[in-house]
Every structure is written in structure tokens, then in C-alpha cells.
Antibody, heavy 125, light 106 residues
Framework: QVQLQESGPGLVKPSETLSLTCTVS?????????WGWIRQPPGKGLEWIGH???????YYNPSLTSRVSMSVDTSKSQFSLKLSSVTASDTAVYYC??????????????????WGQGTLVTVSS | DIQMTQSPSSLSASVGDRVTITCRAS??????LNWYQQKPGKAPKLLIS???TLQSGVPSRFSGSGSGTDFTLTISSLQREDFATYYC?????????FGQGTNLEI
């Protein structure tokens, strides 16, 4: 069973860059999987940030694309998120997750099947 | 972006009730629709993928249906552990979106 663990600073200053890492265990990060990030501001709903494939292809939320980047480090079984120029509105619990897939004929259905426990990142001076 | 709208936003129910939550997409998404359950302080849990495929280990009282723009999540007989917030999420486009959530409370 895949296990995910987020890590990174819990406090980031406004205008700086938020950096988080997700460590994967129980599954090869080199496998045909996509790896995603989702966030949840306190008391609010879920927001998809983006995901990255095992080949390095990235897909970002259009509202964040100018500030976000993701990468995979297969040697460490980790994938990472960077969000630049943060403001207070970026304060949230950040989750990493695996993007599972079911396929039939030429169609593929994707879903977030395994999640990390989440890490709260507060943006404040 | 494809907008996902859930209704109701909150719902009061009792143990044993049959409950239905609706999710509507702003355009047709075929069956590219997933449902998640989230309890306070916990990560979301995948319940149903592809609109109606129940995930392994999820009780059979949960079911999903729909295609195109209109989808439903039904809990046939509410149990105490089902009180939580439920989210739909579309994966039709490469820009994923979640519904705003439905808070199911006693």
C-alpha cells in the first residue's frame, strides 16, 4: 500500500517561496503513476494545485500556473511543490496524493486514491 | 474551467436515513467524476471513482450514479461514522476541479 508523507516549513513569509516535499513509500515512484498536490484553506474546501507524471509532464491549476512548479526526484522517492510569491491567501493544509488510474479501451479515469496526512502552511510575517 | 456545484451545501440527517447528495458539472464530463469523504482533521478518502465504481473497502451502503452533467452520491442507511463532508471532483479535463463540499451532520 502506498504511503505518503509531506514535509516542509510550517511558516512562510509573504512574497517568499513555499516549498514542500512528499516522500513515497510502498510503491515505486518510477511507476506509471501521477503525483499530485491539493490544498485546503482553513475551514474551506479542496483546491487542486496540480500533478506531475512519472515522465515529468506537469498539469497546473490555471489560477496558480504562474507561481507553481513541481518536480520528481526518483533517487529519493520524492516529489516536490514550489509556490512562489505567497500571500496570506496561500495559507492552507497542503496534501500530496497519488493519482490512480483505471483504463478501459482507449479511456482512462483518474482519481486521487492515496493521500498524505496533510501539512499546515501558514503565510505570515 | 469546469465548475462543479454540489447541493445541498449542508444537510442534517439521522442514523438510518437515506441521503442523496447532488453534483452538477458546468459542461458534460461523461463519467469522469469522483467522490470523496473527509472527516475533521483528516485527509479526504476516495469513495467512488468513474461516477459509480465503489472503491475496495467502502461499505455497500454508498453508491454513485450519473453521467454527463448530473451526478448523485447516495447513502442508503446512514451510520454514525458517515457524518462528514463529501466532495465531488471531475477529471474530464486536465484541469481538475472539486465541488464546494456538502457537510453532512446530525
Amino acid at each position: 500500500q502506498v504511503q505518503l508523507q509531506e514535509s516542509g516549513p510550517g511558516l512562510v513569509k509573504p512574497s517568499e517561496t513555499l516549498s514542500l516535499t512528499c516522500t513515497v513509500s510502498g510503491h515505486s515512484i518510477r511507476s506509471d503513476y501521477h503525483w499530485g498536490w491539493i490544498r485546503q484553506p482553513p475551514g474551506k474546501g479542496l483546491e487542486w494545485i496540480g500533478h506531475i507524471s512519472h515522465t515529468g509532464s506537469t498539469y497546473y491549476n490555471p489560477s496558480l500556473t504562474s507561481r507553481v512548479s513541481m518536480s520528481v526526484d526518483t533517487s529519493k522517492s520524492q516529489f516536490s511543490l514550489k509556490l512562489s510569491s505567497v500571500t496570506a491567501s496561500d495559507t492552507a493544509v497542503y496534501y500530496c496524493a497519488t493519482l490512480g488510474r483505471t483504463f478501459e479501451y482507449s479511456n482512462s479515469w483518474y482519481y486521487f486514491d492515496f493521500w498524505g496526512q496533510g501539512t499546515l502552511v501558514t503565510v505570515s510575517s | 474551467d469546469i465548475q462543479m456545484t454540489q447541493s445541498p451545501s449542508s444537510l442534517s440527517a439521522s442514523v438510518g436515513d437515506r441521503v442523496t447528495i447532488t453534483c452538477r458539472a458546468s459542461q458534460s464530463i461523461s463519467t469522469y467524476l469522483n467522490w470523496y469523504q473527509q472527516k475533521p482533521g483528516k485527509a479526504p478518502k476516495l469513495l467512488i471513482s468513474a461516477a459509480s465504481t465503489l472503491q475496495s473497502g467502502v461499505p455497500s451502503r454508498f453508491s454513485g450514479s450519473g453521467s454527463g452533467t448530473d451526478f448523485t452520491l447516495t447513502i442508503s442507511s446512514l451510520q454514525r461514522e458517515d457524518f462528514a463532508t463529501y466532495y465531488c471532483q471531475q477529471s474530464y479535463s486536465s484541469s481538475y476541479t472539486f465541488g464546494q463540499g456538502t457537510n453532512l451532520e446530525i
